[in-house]
């Protein structure tokens, strides 16, 4: 199983971009997907999760500018940003609960990290 993160990049600040992380391999079913961050000298953090059966979550500093949303079809989890900050500035990371073909738990994978840079 492999999770591939896509869409960083460089966006003046109040702008937007949309991260997506698509999921590959034999799976069985995916019990939720997530985006972290991590800032240069921070502790990874949580951002937003999506359930295999649309709920989300997301942390007080992103809510009502960042927006999580899935593709059950296509395995494929994304992260609309929008009104992006400086302090938005991050590597942004994939996460999902995954079981595989063949396994009865979820393991939990993580993609290659995708940089997003906000200028001011």
């Known amino acids: 199983v492999q999770l591939q993160a896509s869409g960083g990049g460089l966006v003046q600040a109040g702008g937007s971009l949309r991260l997506s992380c698509a999921a590959s391999g034999s799976i069985a079913k995916i019990n939720n997907m997530s985006w972290y961050r991590q800032a240069p000298g921070t502790q990874r953090e949580l951002v937003a999760t999506?359930?295999?059966?649309?709920?989300?979550y997301y942390a007080d500093s992103m809510k009502g500018r960042f927006a999580i949303s899935g593709d059950n079809a296509k395995n494929t989890v994304y992260l609309q940003m929008n009104s992006l900050k400086p302090e938005d500035t991050a590597v942004y990371y994939c996460n999902a609960h995954i079981v595989p073909a063949l396994y009865s738990t979820a393991i939990s994978y993580w993609g290659k990290g995708t940089l997003v840079t906000v200028s001011s």
């Open positions: 999506i359930t295999s059966v649309g709920s989300t």
